[in-house]
């Protein structure tokens, strides 16, 4: 045929001989070039979000000189719980390309129908908290239904929410407006209890259990792909990662047990983080939402089920954001008129993008949720410790927020002209 | 081509309100036969395409598939049927790599959990089998150029095994090598078995790859013609539907001329 002479190279087959094929070469060098390739692609990941934490820590630990210690560093690990658990849902949502306003008011509602239908109805704790979870969920669906049925954007739909949902917190909670947490009760401890009353056994055999799963799988990853033909992750490198994340847990767990062993906030925020992004990564559902976050029609295209996924993505992030409701009542001691107002909200949207979430739709990951909180939380609390006005701390974080932003939007260029060939 | 065709349509007619946009179309499609569909612009292409790939349903008239009646009221029904089909708009998830796409909405799974590796492999067979070349099968969709995303989508609608590939204008936003590629990857395609309708206004690419020119006009029928023994004025006249016209008077005076 004519057209074939025209593109000769393409008949022959010479498997890896064309330049223009990634195919990683072995040693440190190839590391690198692939290092280079992705900062030049805009696919940076977690890294900056690190290099920032590592920085923070420098600071406020030579400026201080007891930021690092181990009383400071558990609270922050509580503090971050209930606002990471709504930055959480913010990533769902975000993954979708959407936004929702409401999260701060559904937590606030959350925490006062638990605290209402407990203390004042007399309801079992447990139960309580079960529907009040599930009333968040209605309220989710309810956002999600207008949006993805009605075709309202979500913008709106979850504004609404937001004055709608802190109005239904305000009259449950009634006149007094404050209902203090029962003495000893699940709201009261989801604070301040430590795994086994702080027996420091918890946080090594934990962290113990996280690397030698992580590395397991790691492995097992790597034998099946080889068995596959395909290329796998070296044994060094599965060292180095398994070893780095060996050094993390440890020195975590090390540092928690100086204190007060392993917080309940922290092992319920990290357990909810890895649950998510397994469910995101592994899952055909978690395919789903970044397929829509990517590209609604072809995700129509190939049979999904857009306006199923955007439902039930408005209820998961509505039920996250509950849940921290639930922990920032616990540790405030009550849930009040003012629980989820102010900047919750936009703490929870502000942790999801400076951890290297897209505001864009389609990139992103929990695990941004908790290094992003873990940035805020961090520069509050050492600007707290030199005694900063919290006007300077807003100003900061506002700062570290829009750097983020732009680091999101450049990136998100270079890898739309990154396109090769 | 010898044999009964995998799929025939017979007396196809399909209205929209007052509108007749096919009436009593005919088209065979053998296996690994390559028909060009060609017409000018609100000839019915598009409406055919979309009556066999089940986005609009038949009012009138039989398709046949593999020899026994059947009935295409739903794009999942010509899925199952064995018609693939890959739209202009491409409809790729920039966001995702080129494995995540390719098994978009068929993932592979195990124990309940996606299996990258199987359809890592399973990627790789293919895009190797129809020799395509893309840097990785593991970089977003958004990094590659136009023509990886076109042969991207194409290999995306031979996931599914099926018998009958459509393409829209495959080439229309490529460049000359690129257009190339697509067009050996058709080859493949016919090699592998496969009938290929190939919707298509550039004459060249038609002469280049097709077996056999369907023309529409005006939502009819005007001619199938073997593209071996036609010439491209012949295609030509038959799209613009009259031996009198523009172009066949121009031809006229300068042969007139040339005399």
Known sequence: ?421 | MTGAPVLALRAVSKRFGAVQALTDVDLDVHAGEVVALVGDNGAGKSTLVKTIAGVHPIDEGTITWEGRPVRIGRPQDAQALGIATVYQDLALCDNLDVVANLFLGRELRRRGTLDEVAMERRAKELLDTLSIRIPSVRIPIAALSGGQRQVVAIARALVGDPRIVILDEPTAALGVEQTAQVLDLVERLRQRGLGVILISHNMADVRAVADTVAVLRLGRNNGAFPVAGTTSEEIISAITGATDNAVTRRQARIAEEAK
Not at chain 1, 172 to 190: M, Q, R, S
Not at chain 1, 393 to 399: D, F, H, K, L
Request: with cysteine; glycine share 12%; net charge positive.
């Open chain 1, 1 to 421: 045929m004519s057209t074939s002479q025209t593109t000769p190279a393409a008949d022959t087959p010479a498997p890896a001989a064309d330049p223009r094929l990634l195919v990683r070469q072995g040693g440190v060098a190839g590391y690198a070039d692939e290092f280079r390739r992705k900062i030049r692609s805009g696919e940076l990941g977690a890294l900056p979000v690190v290099l920032g934490l590592i920085l923070i820590a420098i600071i406020f630990q030579s400026v201080t000189g007891h930021f690092l210690q181990a009383d400071n560093l558990t609270n922050i690990t509580k503090w971050i719980a209930g606002y990471g658990l709504i930055s959480v849902g913010v990533v769902f949502v975000l993954l979708l390309g959407e936004i929702d306003l409401s999260l701060g008011s559904v937590a606030g509602a959350c925490a006062a129908v638990t605290s209402v239908l407990a203390v004042r109805q007399g309801l079992n704790e447990w139960l309580a908290i079960l529907l009040a979870l599930l009333t968040a969920g209605a309220m989710g669906a309810l956002h999600g239904f207008f949006f993805a049925r009605i075709g309202v954007p979500a913008f709106v739909v979850t504004l609404a929410g937001m004055l709608a949902w802190s109005g239904l917190q305000d009259y449950v909670l009634g006149k007094l407006g404050t209902v203090n947490n029962i003495n000893d009760g699940v709201v009261a401890h989801l604070d301040n209890y430590f795994l086994g009353d702080g027996d420091i056994l918890f946080a090594w055999l934990l962290a113990v259990l996280a690397v030698a799963g992580y590395g397991a799988a790691q492995v097992l990853t790597a034998r099946r792909r080889t068995a596959a033909g395909l290329p796998a992750r070296a044994v060094g490198e599965i060292a180095l990662r398994t070893g780095a994340l060996a050094v993390v847990a440890l020195v975590s767990a090390w540092t928690l047990n100086q204190d007060s062993g392993l917080p309940l906030p922290l092992v319920v925020l990290v357990g909810v983080v890895a649950l998510t992004d397994f469910v995101l990564r592994r899952t055909s559902y978690g395919r789903q939402i970044f397929a829509v976050g990517g590209g609604i029609e072809a995700a129509r295209r190939a049979g999904i089920n857009v306006a199923r996924v955007r439902i039930s993505v408005f209820m998961i992030s509505a039920m996250l954001a509950g849940l921290g409701g639930l922990f920032i009542a616990s540790q405030q001691g009550s849930a009040d008129k003012l629980l989820g107002s102010g900047n919750v909200l936009m703490s929870a949207i502000a942790a999801a993008v400076i951890g290297g979430t897209s505001l864009f739709g389609g990139r992103g990951s929990t695990w941004s949720a908790l290094l992003g909180m873990l940035v805020i939380q961090s520069i509050t609390t050492g600007l707290d410790m030199v005694h900063a006005a919290q006007a300077i701390q807003y100003m900061i974080t506002g700062a570290v927020l829009l750097g983020a932003v732009v680091l999101d939007s450049v990136s998100r260029r270079t890898q739309k002209s990154a396109g090769r060939g």
